[in-house]
């Protein structure tokens, strides 16, 4: 399946909704540190309901640890900075979504390291900033999946 990257993530009912979203499309979540809350903090547990038990969710120190953890994945980067639509990609298995934190998003470094077309967006009107995490989070998986027609699930 995909892979779900959330770098330092800031928010811990964004994380518990994106935990529910991993366990329910079957897509393996990763958590680049520092993190900002515990996972066992009650907005996260309360967010996530009782799917961490359905989710395969992972922690490392750094985006670099992650990115070798799961074999030098193909990344989307998605930002208010990226230029290609998300919907213009043909995800693979394999692939990996990488989101920043919610109060800044991905750093310029992160972003310059990938090639422009695997630096996504979601479209959006231009008065407006940016979405919500977990709202974008699950944009981009249920593409990603529908692309591979809901294979596994109902």
């Not at 967010?47 to 992650?66: I, N, W």
């Not at 390291?113 to 989070?137: D, G, H, K």
Request: proline share 8%; aromatic share 8%; charged share 20%.
């Amino acid at each position: 399946m995909f892979s779900l990257i959330l770098y330092q993530p800031e928010i811990p009912p964004n994380t518990g909704n994106i935990i529910r979203l991993c366990a329910n499309t079957g897509v393996d979540l990763h958590l680049i540190e520092p993190l900002g809350f515990e996972l066992d903090e009650p907005r996260l547990k309360r967010a996530g309901l009782d799917y961490r038990e359905f989710a395969a969710v992972s922690t490392h120190a750094t985006l670099e640890l992650c990115l070798e953890a799961l074999g030098s994945p193909r990344v989307f980067a998605v930002s208010t900075r990226g230029q290609t639509p998300y919907t213009a990609v043909n995800f693979e298995p394999g692939d990996a979504i990488l989101l920043g934190p919610e109060t800044r998003g991905l750093p310029a470094e992160v972003l310059d390291a990938l090639p422009n077309e695997q630096c996504l967006r979601v479209p959006m009107r231009p008065e407006n900033r940016s979405l919500n995490l977990s709202n974008t989070a699950a944009i981009l998986v249920y593409e990603a999946w529908r692309q591979h027609h809901f294979s596994g699930g109902t």
